[in-house]
């Protein structure tokens, strides 16, 4: 498959959409050059650590098991 159906695939299903990495830095390195190959705007994708996602998946679990603060 060449890369720019690669690419564009990958912002049809991930447009608005953060995208979890275990190591972020080098994930967008390598997502940013599939998007510049392929034309597209480098930034059109967004990642994040799935550290951050994982934190923020538990705070909002807790956050709904705790009772309201008064």
Not at 17 to 33: E, F, I, M, Y
Request: charged content about 25%; overall charge positive; cysteine-free.
């Amino acid at each position: 498959m060449s890369h720019d159906l690669v690419a564009v695939r990958m912002v049809e299903a991930f447009d608005g959409h953060d995208l979890v990495a275990s190591a972020p830095s080098l994930d967008g390195k390598w997502l940013s050059v599939l998007l510049r190959a392929a034309a597209l705007p480098r930034h059109r994708l967004h990642g994040r650590g799935s550290d951050d996602a994982t934190r923020k998946t538990a705070e909002s679990i807790m956050l709904r098991a705790l009772p309201p603060a008064h």
